[in-house]
């Protein structure tokens, strides 16, 4: 990113199955502590699989109102658990909506409005589509996403929804970066939102990917990833903007790369990960050997977590792999907001020197390498600078953003 | 833009010169299942572009199948796209809300819920199309999904040229894609999001975007890209956010607006937005001077391929000599580009 402006983090809002709020995160990942369960948010008790995550305390219809101006506006629920950490973040950025003209906000998804989708659904299961209300309809754009933030922080600036699956948070990022590095833009408010949804949950059941019990990536006896969601939301902010206002900073995004595999709908490609990992590295302009950390795609699934492995591997050559965890072994598969929560545990780690760990591991999958390092049960002290957090998805969608710490 | 982007091709799939449009063709019909009172086009499936898909395609989703088409028409012959590596897709869509809402209702009409299709999983994802343009046509660059529905293919446009001009790909395949399906159709229907006389029709457009090459001949430059929002007090759409956004544009351009030749509008297939389009623009050009392209009205409204439709009918303009492709949202946001005319 030579001769581009220098992009940093001075915000971060976080909705997960922890609760709401960065210090229920921060507290979650430092604890190591397990809140995926059975879920009740949506009704997926006549599965052979009843556990995943869900995010108490979304108020769709208190944040519905407060949108748009103050004018009715019905969300759906990953627009509301968007505009909620959005809030947030903004919050604990110091700014707010009106800090500069260009202002934006950019969210990515993987389901889009999924409770809309399913209510469209349910309307013709039950009386036929043309019973179809106008609140529901006009709520099933993903747009929604990031128009919803936008609105609801009186954002003037560019609104983008990615819907790249469960990278798609990274890629906001990554593109809310560029946005800011080529100075498009001073400030942008990123991240990405889904929802849990039945249909989902049988999808990725039926691919044989859903864990019975607990998500636990790395161990030998994985079986696989539980459903959840959340949102996530990182205020972006030029370095030179940041500093001015004295803000506190986080992170630096200092690069972020994509791969597409195109080769299988959903099944991962060890070497085109390996490149966009060194892709991305090469954008930050920082060698595998600087890496403290990798906060790992992490499903859990026995194939998964091998090909992530096997990719850094590739892409690492003879440098040791740094210490690597999954946040999913303790909130579950959050989606679209998967790397953007990721994106904060990054920053997080960096801002407070520790290294989130990899919940309920007992015994490392010897197939993943001896030296395999995955920070196991508990958050461990250590000295962070660069970190990398791995995004991957259906369609060989590949996205990684690289954070480091902010020198002077 | 310090980084020359052109346009260097450009295709589209839609129906217009098959109409009128079979209504059985449309997707999601059933016996429960019927039209809203509006007119609905669709792409047939014995249209030209649409025969002879590749192999394995068959289970698809109609959004994917209508990417994949696009993607052919604009890349077949090309044996100059270099790099895999370094070129990227961009689709601007909606989805498919008919995958999206029968694999849900699968898991509520049947005894046991998880006996859905494994295979029709990945189209309920929001980024199918994208990926199998991927797998299908070979690159390996950056791949992404953009939604927005009328404003999808500017925002698409915008991604992709700050994805070159930052270097993480030379080229991209932008397309802008939406498939007409019974569930869609009652979905805009109720949402108000249609226009009485045109309707609600599928297809696709598509173009190739390129770092500036001297040595490619009728390219079109893409000049400035930006996006503006704007939200008012009870939440209804105004045409501040364009105005603003053409002003940018044409500013960041650098050049003259009494310049600009073409004002190429894609809010004019809609009752909802129409007039505000034209009102945003009525302030900033003389309209009786210059020429407003609308789009036809024979294919019914492709949303998220608007922008794109236009794009293309402007890289085959032969007396252009600046032109601005507008869009325009309900929620207030709105894009404008600033193109020259084909060297």
């Known amino acids: 990113m030579t001769d581009r402006r220098r992009v940093v983090v001075t915000g971060m809002g976080a909705v997960t199955p922890f609760g709401l709020g960065l210090q229920s995160f921060r507290d979650g990942l430092r604890a190591g502590s397990v809140v995926t369960g059975p879920v009740t948010v949506v009704d997926v008790a006549d599965f052979p699989r009843v556990n995943g995550g869900q995010v108490d305390g979304v108020d769709v219809d208190r944040h519905a109102d407060a949108t748009n101006g103050g004018g009715h506006r019905v969300l759906g629920r990953a627009a509301v658990m968007a505009v909620q950490a959005a809030r947030l973040a903004m919050r604990d950025s110091g700014l707010d909506g009106t800090c500069t003209d260009t202002a934006g906000a950019v969210f990515g998804t993987t389901n889009g409005m999924s409770d809309a989708i399913e209510s469209l659904a349910a309307a013709w299961v039950h009386e036929g589509l043309s019973t179809l209300s106008a609140d529901i309809a006009k709520s099933v754009p993903a747009g929604c996403i990031a128009s919803a933030v936008a609105a609801d922080l009186g954002l003037p600036g560019e609104v983008q929804t990615f819907a790249t699956a469960c990278s798609a948070s990274n890629y906001a990022v990554g593109y809310g970066g560029d946005l800011i590095a080529s100075g498009e833009a001073d400030v942008m408010v990123v991240g990405g939102a889904d929802a849990f949804n039945r249909w989902g949950h049988a999808g990725f059941y039926r691919l044989g990917a859903l864990a019975e019990s607990t998500c636990r990536p790395f161990d030998a006896d994985r079986d696989g990833m539980l459903t959840s969601e959340g949102a996530a939301c990182l205020i972006l902010e030029s370095h030179e903007h940041a500093t001015a206002r004295g803000a506190r900073i986080y992170a630096e995004l200092i690069g972020y790369g994509t791969s597409c595999d195109a080769a299988h709908p959903t099944a991962p490609d060890a070497a085109s990960i390996a490149r966009c990992i060194t892709t991305a590295l090469a954008n930050a302009e920082v060698d595998a050997a600087d890496v403290d950390y990798i906060c790992a795609h992490g499903t859990g699934t026995p194939t998964n977590d091998v090909t992530e492995v096997a990719a850094i591997r590739m892409a690492y050559g003879d440098n040791a792999i740094p210490p690597i965890s999954s946040i999913k072994s303790m909130i579950g598969h959050t989606m679209g907001a998967a790397s953007g929560l990721g994106a904060v545990a990054c920053c997080l780690s960096i801002h407070e020197q520790f290294l989130p760990p990899t919940a309920g591991l007992e015994t490392v999958d010897p197939a993943l390498g001896d030296d395999l390092d995955p920070i196991p049960a508990m958050a461990r002290p250590a000295r962070v600078r660069v970190v990398q957090n791995n995004g991957f998805a259906f369609g060989g969608n590949n996205a990684i953003t690289i954070f480091a710490e902010c020198a002077a | ?343």
């Not at chain 2, 088409?69 to 989805?95: I, M, N």
């Not at chain 2, 953009?146 to 395949?173: K, P, W, Y």
């Not at chain 2, 501040?240 to 544009?249: C, E, G, K, M, Q």
Request: aromatic share 4%; proline share 4%.
């Open chain 2, 1 to 343: 833009m310090t980084v020359p982007i052109t346009i260097s091709a450009a295709a589209a799939v839609t129906g217009a010169a098959r109409q009128p449009s079979d209504p059985a063709q449309i997707t999601g019909l059933g016996d429960d299942v019927d039209l809203p009172p509006i007119p609905v086009h669709c792409i047939a499936s014995d249209h030209p572009d649409m025969l002879r898909p590749p192999k394995g395609t068959r289970y698809l989703d109609k959004t994917s199948k209508l990417a994949l088409a696009v993607a052919r028409k604009l890349t077949d012959g090309r044996d100059d796209l270099g790099d895999p590596t370094r070129t990227g897709v961009v689709v601007a869509t909606s989805g498919s809300l008919r995958s999206s809402a029968e694999f849900y209702r699968e898991t509520v009409v049947h005894d046991e819920p998880h006996l859905v299709s494994a295979k029709q999983f990945p189209t309920t994802v929001l980024n199918c199309a994208a990926s199998q343009v991927a797998i299908h046509r070979g690159f390996t660059g950056t791949n992404a999904t953009i939604m927005g529905e009328n404003n999808a293919s500017t925002a698409a446009l915008r991604f992709a040229l700050t994805a070159i001009a930052s270097g993480h790909i030379d080229r991209a395949v932008v397309i802008g894609v939406d498939e007409m399906s019974a569930q869609r159709a009652w979905m805009r229907y109720r949402a108000g999001c249609y226009g009485t006389r045109a309707g609600l029709g599928e297809g696709a457009a598509a173009v190739l975007v390129e770092r500036g090459n001297e040595t490619v001949h009728d390219a079109t430059p893409v000049l400035a890209s930006i996006m503006r929002t704007h939200h008012t007090a009870d939440g209804t759409v105004d045409h501040a956010s364009l105005r603003d956004a053409v002003s940018r544009a044409i500013k960041r351009a650098g050049i003259d607006s009494d310049r600009i030749s073409h004002l190429f509008t894609t809010c004019s297939l809609r009752d909802d937005l129409a007039e505000i389009e034209l009102a945003a623009l009525d302030g900033l050009f003389n309209l009786d001077r210059v020429r407003v392209c609308r789009l036809s009205p024979e294919s019914g409204d492709i949303a998220s391929a608007n922008g794109l439709l236009q794009l293309a009918a402007a890289h085959a303009v032969r007396d252009l000599e600046y032109g601005v492709i507008t869009s325009l949202e309900s929620d207030g946001t709105a894009a404008a580009a600033v193109i020259g005319g084909a060297r």
